[in-house]
């Protein structure tokens, strides 16, 4: 993937109207670009609603999460099989639902199989916390991430999202991630992988990325693209880092 993948995620944010009229004003100012793919993660209620919302294929749609059985007594799920068509990628083992929701490797590993044969990409997240990063065991959780959640698959088949949990802009006493550190961390995600695997996903990255900091963390070299989340709820940032993507791949 040689183009630039910018994905909203919007977490458990908006009611429908306010996700409608976001979606009308993005297509309206996003005028298609080749070398970038605009993502947008809204809670899965909504999806049925904005796919039918949006024309073309300008802006595609991912799921914040899915369940990896197709069909079930699995109260409150949604399905890979029910969001086949709907999506084309899914966010998974996000650290919110590994931390809140008990997510283990092991249940991310699962997801990421049956997305696959959903034809749902996955966009795996991965990332370590600020004390495991203290601690000096930010390669050695990324490895058991990247081992469990590539394990038996195709990695040409999905997308790493490199998301420092102590740079979520959610987290407590939260701090911003240089260009440095996210530089040298993917480098490390690379080589974890290539030992794994001959196939090298594209590497997104995540963790208060904003009109601001968003050209510093572009330039890396070995990033295809950001996962936002808070300033992805501003219509006009986003259209703002969308003009930031278009520059900074030229
Ligand atoms: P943030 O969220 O941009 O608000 O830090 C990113 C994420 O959690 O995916």
Redesign the pocket.
């Known amino acids: 993937m040689s183009k630039n993948l910018l994905v909203a995620?919007w977490?458990m944010n908006f009611k429908l109207p306010e996700a409608t009229e976001y979606v009308a004003r993005l297509e309206e100012r996003y005028e298609q670009d080749e070398q970038l793919e605009v993502v947008l993660a809204p809670t899965t209620l909504f999806i049925p609603t904005l796919k039918s919302a949006l024309s073309g294929d300008k802006i595609q749609l991912a799921s914040q999460t899915l369940s990896a059985p197709e069909f079930g007594a699995f109260t409150g799920e949604t399905s890979c099989a029910q969001l086949a068509g709907l999506v084309e990628y899914s966010?998974i083992g996000?650290?919110?639902r590994r931390q809140y929701f008990n997510e283990t490797d092991d249940d991310i590993a699962e997801k990421v199989k049956f997305a696959l044969g959903a034809q749902i990409t996955p966009i795996i997240?991965v990332g370590e916390t600020a004390q495991q990063r203290a601690d000096g065991q930010t390669v050695e959780v990324l490895t058991k991430q990247l081992v469990s959640a590539l394990d038996s698959i195709d990695a040409s088949q999905v997308i790493v999202?490199y998301?420092p949990i102590w740079?979520?802009?959610?987290?407590p006493g939260?701090q911003q991630a240089t260009p440095g550190i996210i530089a040298a961390t993917i480098s490390e995600i690379k080589q974890i992988i290539a030992n794994i695997s001959s196939a090298q996903p594209p590497i997104l990255y995540?963790?208060?990325?904003?009109p601001d900091n968003l050209e510093s963390y572009l330039k890396i070299p070995e990033i295809s693209g950001a996962?936002?989340?808070?300033?992805?709820l501003d219509v006009e940032k986003m259209c703002a880092m969308i003009e930031i993507a278009k520059r900074v791949e030229q």
């Open positions: 995620n977490k966010i996000h650290s919110e997240c999202a998301e740079a979520i802009s959610s987290t939260v995540g963790g208060s990325v904003n996962l936002i989340g808070n300033a992805s």
